[in-house]
């Protein structure tokens, strides 16, 4: 198998696969049990969406292995508390060697829980605001194959929500990382044709009781 044409890679195990996670078992385990299943838990979907901000620059394997570190020093993500947090907070995070010490990310991360604060008051959660903006089938493409996904690393959906989160004052919130937010917590199904995990994730999204 061409990984190079086909975007998939064929395990130890024998199992086809997305070939993003090469062969290392951590980033195997997050694509064979996290990535693409639909998510309707408040905190998770705000840890994500912050990690995809801190991610920038980086690879997503290197906040993985610091996502541990990340939910201790943000109170488990909890945007109520982290929307509390203020200078002291910051001064702290910036010498926490765990994490990413960026100061702008950091003070990102503060605003953005403020503004999920706010969006939660509005729409009942964020599950309910971020699920409300799902694609429909008439935004996807036809074939999720390695050519669909690397030719739109943003969607028009991704671009949208982006804008909204912009105009409501979220910052670090660009459509490629918003694709990806949506990519991991399941708004959309990404994991390409032949790779294993593609029918259990599709058969997951049409049981998922979409919130509010």
């Not at 044409?5 to 290392?24: F, H, I, M, N, Y």
């Not at 503060?110 to 599950?127: H, K, T, V």
């Not at 999720?144 to 989160?165: C, F, G, H, Q, W």
Request: hydrophobic content about 35%.
């Amino acid at each position: 198998m061409d990984e190079v044409k086909t975007g998939l890679l064929e395990g130890a195990d024998g199992v086809t696969r997305c070939s993003w996670p090469g062969t290392l078992p951590d980033y195997l385990h997050y694509h064979d049990h996290e990535w693409g299943r639909p998510v309707a838990d408040d905190k998770r979907l705000f840890e994500k969406i912050c990690l995809e901000g801190f991610q920038s620059g980086l690879s997503w394997l290197t906040i993985l292995r610091k996502r541990e570190s990340f939910r201790e020093a943000f109170a488990s993500f909890d945007y109520e508390r982290v929307a509390e947090f203020g200078e002291a907070d910051i001064e702290r995070l910036l010498g926490n060697a765990g994490i990413v010490r960026h100061r702008g990310k950091i003070v990102s991360t503060i605003n953005n829980a403020r503004r999920a604060r706010e969006m939660a008051d509005e729409a009942g959660s964020l599950a309910a605001w971020f699920w409300s903006r799902e694609p429909g089938a008439d935004e996807r493409p036809a074939v999720v194959d390695y050519r669909a996904l690397t030719a739109n690393p943003t969607t028009p959906a991704s671009t949208r929500i982006s804008k909204e989160l912009k105009k409501r004052g979220w910052s670090f919130v660009g459509p490629t990382t918003v694709y990806a937010f949506m990519q991991a917590m399941g708004l959309v199904n990404d994991h390409i044709e032949g790779c294993a995990c593609r029918a259990e994730v599709e058969k997951q999204r049409a049981a998922f009781k979409r919130p509010g």
